[in-house]
């Protein structure tokens, strides 16, 4: 089991930035690939990034990058998304979860974060 843990969301003007955290714990997480998902209001949950914790190589929705960086930090044990130039169609409640390599469905979630951009 991996236990994931967000934090870092909240109320922010069009054009600021936001830095979302996700603390890992449980099993190996040195195996796992780190993804971010978001849903929007009346919208499905969309793949935002996702960071392979073994390698680092990340990939991205096409749509966001060059705005939002995820990175993970081996000795905190969190998985970090950095969003800047934000717009109010970002809000979403954003989650971090968990897939093991060789899959392609994320098997493991956290309990999701708000964020909130106004214009």
């Known amino acids: 089991q991996v236990q994931l843990v967000e934090s870092g969301g909240g109320l922010v003007q069009a054009g600021g930035s936001l830095r979302l955290s996700c603390a890992v714990s449980?099993?190996?997480?040195?195996?796992?690939?780190m993804g971010w998902f978001r849903r929007a209001p009346g919208k499905e949950r969309e793949f935002v990034a996702q960071i392979s914790w073994n390698s680092g190589i990340t990939s991205y929705t096409d749509s966001l990058m060059g705005r939002f960086i995820i990175s993970r930090d081996n000795a905190k044990n969190t998985v970090s998304l950095q969003m800047n130039s934000l717009k109010p169609e970002d809000t979403a409640v954003y989650y971090c979860a968990a897939r093991v390599p060789g899959t392609t469905n994320y098997e493991f979630w956290g309990q999701g974060t708000q964020v909130t951009v106004s214009s």
């Open positions: 449980g099993r190996t997480r040195s195996a796992y690939f």
